[in-house]
């Protein structure tokens, strides 16, 4: 039987556009509206250094307004527009596969649509496993440094008040204030998801795609279990629209993809390996990345999760983000 080699199927130009544009539009987290494509931090991506600042202003002071007077001697004082800035963590990343091992899958029909889709998939679950170990990072230090003002801790409660409800996760909502009714999805792990199901509390919306979206209160639902889960305890999460803003380019000096031949492998029968890089930032809004436990020249997914790597730059309402930590 004939083996397509990896070779005869892949192009790397378009082998690499087509991973970087598919990856990250088939998440959840995208389809949802939580994670939202940033142009500019896509050609911060493509240009030099290990991270990127974004300024932004902050909005205006909720002062009193002055009370006029016909004195000409008494005169008004300016306010100021204050300013600040996210500090956004590039990443730097790679993976490789051994065509002995894909040999046959990769044979017989439509083999570029295989392992296009194989990679695809492998970068759309690395990006989501490293904006969860964001949001456990962000989760650690506001805990630690703004009074855990956005997050719902029900586990010392007892009996049915610490368990995941209704009443919990609009409590949770409610750390956002008056922004609370800009939430659109929820974060769950699978544990959760089967007590939500339990209680026929699920509906399902069409998506954009033909498919249909699992809803909780209006929410999107997204399934990982990923998120944390310590002795019992299970972390939920609250997005709001726009609530991570990511980027994904090719690199700018090494190839987005390669194949590799090793002819003396296998005895000589040879090997071919596909090498796969990208570029990827996933961002929290409100927050700016603070280097302090980095080893290598990207941060790791637990290094990603270390609350002493991030600050929180914005008031707690302008962050479209709660945590909602409960038993089942």
Known sequence: ????????????????????????????????????????????LRAGAESFSVPFWNDLSDDEADIVSDDPDTSSTPAKLGSGKQIVRK?????????????????????????????????????????IGS?????????????GD???????????????SVAAVIDAAGTLGD???????MGVHSDTYKVILKSDAIEYVPDSQGGMIATYRGMALIVD????????DYTSVLFGAGAVGWGMTAPR????????????????????????????????????????SVVGDSATIAELGEATNWNRVVERRAVPLAFLKHKL
């Open 225 to 232: 279990d990923l998120l944390p889960v310590l002795t019992g």
């Open 91 to 131: 990443s730097f990343l790679h993976k490789s596969w051994s065509a002995m091992n894909l040999a046959s899958e990769l044979s017989g029909d439509d083999a570029l649509t295989r392992i296009q889709n194989r990679t695809t998939a492998y970068w759309t679950r690395q990006a989501q496993r490293r904006l």
């Open 253 to 292: 000096i090494a190839e987005g993809t390669e194949i590799e031949s090793k002819p003396s492998a296998g005895n000589g029968g040879g090997q071919q390996v596909l090498h796969s890089r990208v570029n990827l930032a996933m961002h929290p809004a409100g927050f700016a990345w603070q280097e302090s």
């Open 135 to 147: 949001l456990n990072g962000i989760l650690g230090d506001n805990v630690a440094n703004d009074s």
């Open 1 to 44: 039987m004939a083996v397509t080699r990896l070779s005869d199927v892949v192009i790397p130009e378009e082998f690499t556009t087509y991973t970087v544009q598919n990856s990250m539009e088939n998440s959840a987290l995208v389809q949802s509206g939580v994670a939202a494509r940033n142009g500019e931090i896509e050609a911060q």
């Open 150 to 164: 956005m997050l719902q801790d029900i586990t010392a409660e007892t009996g049915a008040a610490n368990k995941f």
């Open 179 to 185: 922004q609370m009714g800009g939430l659109s999805a």
